[in-house]
């Protein structure tokens, strides 16, 4: 089983930047796919972006798609998300999730499809 740690999550100002980390140990990351996702108070773990393996498929959620990129580096066993020009909706807790069937059997889009979370990293954007 793979750990994942997020990371880089702090309190910024609508219209600054972020670049959150997952980093991998216990297996080597590119045996999954990674998935980051978000949960405000009250409300469901939402998907914001995933990437494939190898790095060669990106999925990223519409409502962010031009603001968040996401990308990984499996040498350093690590993926990251960075998000531009943030505003106070997405502020939030954001988790990676990891799976090896993610991408291939199942969907990225769901927290249901992913066998392992991190702790998670909060992200607060004031206006």
């Known amino acids: 089983q793979v750990q994942l740690v997020e990371s880089g999550g702090r309190s910024v100002q609508a219209g600054g930047s972020l670049r959150l980390t997952c980093t991998a140990s216990?297996?080597?990351?590119?045996?999954?796919?990674i998935g980051w996702f978000r949960q405000s108070p009250g409300r469901d773990r939402e998907f914001v972006a995933a990437?494939?393996?190898?790095?060669?498929?990106?999925y990223v959620a519409k409502s962010v798609e031009d603001r968040f990129t996401i990308s990984r580096n499996n040498a350093e066993n690590t993926a990251y998300l960075q998000m531009e020009n943030l505003k106070p909706e997405d502020t939030g807790v954001y988790y990676c999730?990891?799976?090896?069937?993610?991408?291939?059997?199942?969907?990225?889009?769901?927290?249901?499809?992913?066998?392992?979370w991190g702790p998670g990293t909060q992200v607060t954007v004031s206006p």
């Open positions: 999730g990891a799976d090896r069937d993610v991408g291939e059997t199942k969907t990225v889009y769901v927290t249901s499809g992913y066998g392992s």
């Open positions: 990437i494939s393996k190898r790095g060669a498929t990106p």
């Open positions: 216990g297996r080597p990351l590119i045996l999954y796919a």
